[in-house]
């Protein structure tokens, strides 16, 4: 042991000694700024190209992020029109226009890569399911990815009700969870569960749908959802059992 503690301790003597000569001897300096032109001089073609390299990724990756806010701003704007005519049910020209304005897929067609363009693959989803294009709202909001609290959790819900429509329940209710499980608050989240024990309920799943029921009630009193989630569970358990 005390062996070891003599060799750290003479190394870490000769490793401040090293400092002391760089800092006291010129010519210890300078020998090695020698050393490290030789270096260069050796590899200069190398390290210039990783230099150039570095600096050409840097700028590419400022210039980008440049690049893409600015077209953002001009996105937003685009979009304007295409928002007013969703809300006012106008869903032929919120998705494609009106002939002067952008419509959601004209926004997603040039400004995919923005902010504006994954808001629009949101409305455009919306737009299908109104429609009754199911499957295209289910790609476009599929697409959409965000961690906003409200809209992420209402995407999937939107996935769910389109897959409801289909007739595919055990997707809508894997939907409908992860609506209820994304960011769970005292607001959304029961109607959510409400939609999945549904969902589930039209698959004759019935002990999860109970399940779903069960945490609205344990987990959300005082919810819009709770007389109808215990008199639904009510129900379910008078069927279930023997």
Do not use: C, W
Request: no cysteine; charged share 25%.
């Amino acid at each position: 042991m005390a062996s070891r503690r003599y060799k750290v301790k003479k190394a870490q003597v000769a490793e401040r000694e090293e400092v002391k000569d760089f800092i006291e001897k010129p010519e210890v300096l300078v020998e090695q700024f020698s050393k490290t032109e030789a270096f260069f001089q050796k590899h200069k073609t190398l390290v210039l190209g990783v230099l150039a390299a570095i600096l050409l990724v840097g700028g590419g990756i400022l210039g980008y992020r440049f690049y893409i806010s600015s077209q953002d701003e001009i996105a937003q704007k685009e979009m304007f029109q295409a928002v007013f005519y969703f809300e006012q049910d106008s869903l032929d020209q919120a998705l494609n226009g009106d002939g002067l304005n952008f419509g959601f897929l004209d926004i997603i067609s040039d400004y995919g890569a923005t902010d504006a363009g994954n808001l629009a693959r949101f409305y455009a989803g919306a737009s299908y399911l109104k429609i009754g294009e199911f499957d295209n709202s289910i790609s476009h909001l599929k697409a959409f990815s965000s961690s906003d609290l409200i809209v992420q959790a209402k995407a999937y819900s939107l996935i769910g009700d389109a897959y409801m429509e289909l007739g595919n329940y055990s997707d809508a209710s894997k939907n409908f969870d992860k609506a209820a499980n994304y960011k769970p608050n005292k607001n959304i989240t029961p109607h959510y569960l409400m939609k999945a024990a549904l969902a589930y309920e039209k698959q004759s799943d019935y002990t999860t749908a109970i399940a779903r029921y069960e945490r609205i009630l344990t987990g959300h009193f005082g919810a819009a959802e709770y007389q109808n989630a215990r008199k639904y569970k009510a129900r379910l358990e008078t069927l279930t059992s023997p």
